[in-house]
Nanobody, 116 residues
Framework: QVQLVESGGGLVQPGGSLRLSCEAS????????MGWYRRAPGKQRELVAR???????NYADSVKGRFTISRDNAKNTVSLQMNSLKPEDTAVYYC??????????WGQGTQVTVSS
């Protein structure tokens, strides 16, 4: 079964760090962009970061300089290192695989809560 399996997330204090990981099947990982969206309560879905199969990255302005997306081709895994977390980063984070045409696969989502 083709799927994306997420791990990480949880509760952290403002200024803290968390790392999210997403493992995909090899066929998915090598063929598509990988990235993360998030949805906060009462807000629209927001693209957080993405990385192409060639390693080109894009970030939302709100996370630039704080979040880093990376991919491990040997493990078919994409990770999102989140530093200097703020309360406004609180959301459900979803891993995805996609292309310029659209998103082909979603992860199950993982909750990130930034609170003191």
């Amino acid at each position: 079964q083709v799927q994306l399996v997420e791990s990480g997330g949880g509760l952290v204090q403002p200024g803290g760090s968390l790392r999210l990981s997403c493992e995909a099947s090899k066929s998915i990982f090598s063929s598509y962009y990988m990235g993360w969206y998030r949805r906060a309560p009462g807000k629209q879905r927001e693209l957080v970061a993405r990385i192409t199969s060639g390693g080109i990255t894009n970030y939302a302005d709100s996370v630039k300089g704080r979040f880093t997306i990376s991919r491990d081709n040997a493990k078919n895994t994409v990770s999102l290192q989140m530093n200097s977390l703020k309360p406004e980063d609180t959301a459900v984070y979803y891993c995805y695989a996609g292309s310029t045409i659209g998103i082909v696969l979603w992860g199950q989502g993982t909750q990130v809560t930034v609170s003191s």
